[in-house]
């Protein structure tokens, strides 16, 4: 069965720094994407980051360029997202995502999701 499992979240002061990681079984996605979406409370959700597969190339939203690095370990099929800088308007469930098409930022090109995992930031 293929899945993805999340790892890393939880409660940080602002400033502070968190790694998310994203282990992905039961298939290789080596023609995809991996990507980070968030959702914060009331918001809908949105995509943070993104990495293709082969060629790691990597691609961030405006908010958190800079402050976010997204990597992978095509080794252990596994996608990390090492955020620093945080600040309170980062508080968000985190989602893992397998796109589709490399290089996308739209949630309807999320051909798989993770079970999320809660970053809360305090001020």
């Known amino acids: 069965q293929v899945q993805l499992v999340e790892s890393g979240g939880g409660l940080v002061q602002a400033g502070g720094s968190l790694r998310l990681s994203c282990a992905a079984s039961?298939?290789?996605?080596?023609?995809?994407?991996m990507g980070w979406f968030r959702q914060a409370p009331g918001k809908e959700r949105e995509f943070v980051s993104g990495i293709t597969w082969t060629f790691g190339g990597t691609y961030y939203a405006d908010s958190v360029k800079g402050r976010f690095t997204i990597s992978r370990d095509n080794a252990k099929n596994t996608v990390y997202l090492q955020m620093n800088t945080l600040k309170p308007e980062d508080t968000a469930v985190y989602y893992c995502?397998?796109?589709?098409?490399?290089?996308?930022?739209?949630?309807?090109?999320?051909?798989?999701w993770g079970q999320g995992t809660l970053i809360t930031v305090s001020s």
């Open positions: 039961g298939r290789t996605f080596s023609t995809y994407g």
């Open positions: 995502a397998v796109l589709r098409t490399a290089g996308s930022r739209r949630s309807e090109d999320v051909e798989l």
